[in-house]
């Protein structure tokens, strides 16, 4: 499989707690980024890496949120001090050249806050 | 007022019949227009781009956008229903944020 995988799938977890998701991009793919997606709505952009830097950063990321690409290859999102708000998809996308609106996104990672 | 504008429907449209869904964006100075599909429990699929005034067609699908009206569309030929999903709408400005509609749902009854 070649597609942007994503890992876990599903989360459930405290108030409080901590969680971190993975993402794998297509191997050839050197642009990553992370969307949001709450029910009705479409994706809500986090933030983008180019390699291993990350470029833009979405003011809806707050200091509770962190993304990390090391090496340029896979990505972690990680939420401290978890929220009921933070309750949502969480999709990785990547893309290799060409416009960065033409994003193939993975099967994202459903977080759920109690 | 939303940066991309959808109606969330749902849109019904018997099989064979041509489906329409349109968006409205705010930012003028937006450059590439995209539609997505999403099928239910799935994520986004990109099935066309577009980033002239005029018409783009690619199978079933004619993307349209006009930038002096600041409008997208989207028309499905021929809609089967396979095709019911929910179609959002993209627009992206000058850097690598891309902003999503909260997408129409259609429904194509057989």
């Known amino acids: 499989d070649t597609g942007v995988s994503q890992d876990p799938r599903h989360k459930i977890t405290k108030r409080g707690q901590n969680v971190t998701f993975r993402c794998d991009p297509i191997?050839?793919?050197?642009?990553l980024y992370w969307y949001r997606q709450t029910l009705g709505q479409g994706p809500e952009f986090l933030t983008y890496f180019q390699n291993e830097a990350q470029l833009e950063k979405s003011r809806l990321l707050s200091d509770r949120f962190s993304a990390e690409r090391p090496k340029g290859s896979f990505s972690t999102l990680e939420i401290q001090r978890t929220e009921q708000g933070d309750s949502a998809m969480y999709l990785c996308?990547?893309?290799?050249?060409?416009?960065?609106?033409?994003?193939?996104f993975g099967e994202g990672s459903r977080l759920t806050v109690l | 007022q939303k940066e991309v504008e959808q109606n969330s429907g749902p849109l019904s449209v018997p099989e064979g019949a041509i489906a329409s869904l349109n968006c409205t964006y705010s930012d003028r100075g937006s450059q590439s227009f995209f539609w997505y599909r999403q099928y239910s429990g799935k994520s986004p699929e990109l099935i066309m781009s577009?980033?002239?005034?005029g018409d783009k067609e690619d199978g079933r699908f004619t993307a349209q956008l006009n930038k002096a009206s600041q409008y997208v569309s989207l028309l499905i030929r021929d809609s089967q229903p396979s095709d019911s999903a929910t179609y959002l709408c993209?627009?992206?400005?000058?850097?690598?944020?891309?902003?999503f509609g909260a997408g129409t749902r259609l429904f194509v009854k057989a």
């Open positions: 996308a990547s893309s290799l050249d060409g416009d960065p609106g033409e994003l193939f």
């Open positions: 577009i980033y002239s005034n």
């Open positions: 191997s050839e793919h050197n642009r």
């Open positions: 993209a627009v992206r400005g000058g850097g690598f944020k891309t902003i």
